[in-house]
């Protein structure tokens, strides 16, 4: 009866989750194992999951062809170089992305195509890296390869509780590109911690004061459009298990033509050259992707990129947005209000509380009635003990998570510089320096196949904190 009542209120509430019901035949028919398992799965943004049709389809494929390495010219060679076009093709039209603008350059993942930029842009001095607070450690990462060349490296920060940019911030920093330096401009799509959507007209503004734009797309295209017709960052990077679950391993660096031209490799590899010489040291790049695809591709793997992105086609992303916004607004309508007996509030979020410019992901940390955090990693074993799957600690975010907790750049200093951490420090360590704050919290991410019943159990979790 209670159900009920609770199920006609999100009908009302978010009527056009009705039109996504495909979305539960899908989970159905193509994704079995996990309500067999009974695990109620809330970490999306982590790792999408597979459908059984996208392995069968890629072990088909594999059983009835002879797939060799594309690095010759031979029937099992050329085969597989047809394959790896073919998903060349794929990506650039998920991303409504012209050939004649984009490249696709295959990497392991989204942090070696981050990897690739880092190493390869013109850092020099006078040069600027500038970056939100709010990006993954493989963004954050690539400050190392701006300073080693003279570059300064800024972060503009992000502002509770809706972990948004504030736009002057903004602004001011965008001004200050060095005319005749290289400068590069790096922000999420959307946050994978907060599940904040940074504007992406950002990309105009910043190209139109000289900045070179990589926008990180990881934890945004899983459930959202990225058309590339339409924006015009220098740099895309992917995961593309965050999209369709399968394969893993496989990823690329989009970047635009002219942007990439810009990119210096700081080595050579086979399959990157046209022709190396060790008698008169000496060697050619191979023009465009090649450049960068060094060694042998997981050419066994390609193909079921393909098919993933067919997968993903055949639902529709922009019905897999309208569900996840639906789940996502019920999840923060019913989490905010609850209180304690005190009248304490049971959750604090870090993020936007309305579904207005965010994604799937809700990242919070839960109190007692005296109002004091309960520990992210008790919310964890909870979790696991319910069966229930989510993510905790700060997600390789340490710029969100530093703001959203609230630790200080002097208490961070201070426990970094003592004599015992200089080299090392463990997270335990880390936890011991800054007793007394929380280190993390909790995140639960939303995907194209959660439904309400994994929403409603999570928030019966959550409520069990109430009380304690
Ligand atoms: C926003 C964002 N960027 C980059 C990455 C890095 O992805 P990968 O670990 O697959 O390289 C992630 C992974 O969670 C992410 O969420």
Known sequence: MKMAAASSAFDRAYPSYDRTGALDQLRAREYPTLDASGCTYLDFTAANLYATSQIERHLALLRDNVF????????????ASAYVARARQQVLKFFNASPDEWVVIFTTNASQALKLIGESYPFGPGGRYLLTFDNHNSVNGIREFARARGSTA??????????????????????????????????????????VQHPLDWIERAKARKWDVVLDAAAFTPTNRLDLGRWTPDFVVQSFYKIFGYPTGVGCLLARR????????????????TVASVKADTYYLAEGESAFEDGTLDFLALPAVE???????????????????????????????????????????????TTD???????????????????????????????????????C???????????????????????????????????????????????????L??????????????????GK
Not at 68 to 79: E, F, I, K
Not at 365 to 376: C, E, F, V, W
């Open 307 to 353: 098919i993933g992105f067919q997968h993903i086609e055949s639902i529709g992303i922009d019905l897999i947005h309208e569900r996840v916004r639906c789940l996502t607004g019920w999840l923060l309508d019913n989490l905010l209000p609850l209180r304690q007996t005190t009248g304490k509030p049971l959750v604090r979020l870090y993020g936007p509380p």
């Open 258 to 273: 002219e942007a990439l031209a810009k990119l210096h490799r700081p080595w050579f590899a086979g399959g990157t050259i």
């Open 154 to 195: 800024t972060y503009i920060p992000v502002v509770l509780p809706e972990m948004r940019v504030d736009e002057d911030d903004l602004a001011r920093e965008l001004d200050r590109a060095d005319p005749v330096a290289n400068n590069l401009f790096a922000y999420p799509a959307q946050s994978n911690f907060s599940g």
């Open 449 to 466: 196949i959660t439904n309400l019943a994994d929403i409603d159990h999570f928030i019966g979790f959550a409520k069990q904190f109430l």
């Open 68 to 79: 060799g390495n594309p690095h010759s010219t031979n029937p099992t060679s050329s085969l």
């Open 397 to 447: 975010n340490p710029g969100g998570g530093e703001i959203a907790l609230d630790l200080t750049g002097t208490e961070l200093s201070s426990c970094f510089k003592q004599r015992e951490h200089q080299t090392h420090l463990t997270i335990d360590d880390f936890r011991m320096c800054i007793d007394g704050k929380s280190t993390g919290a909790v995140r639960v991410s939303v995907g």
């Open 357 to 395: 410019r965010r994604g799937g992901i809700v990242t919070f940390n839960l109190y007692d009635a005296l109002g004091r955090a309960i520990d992210h990693r008790v919310v964890e074993e909870g979790a696991a003990a319910a069966n229930i799957s989510l993510r905790t600690g700060c997600f």
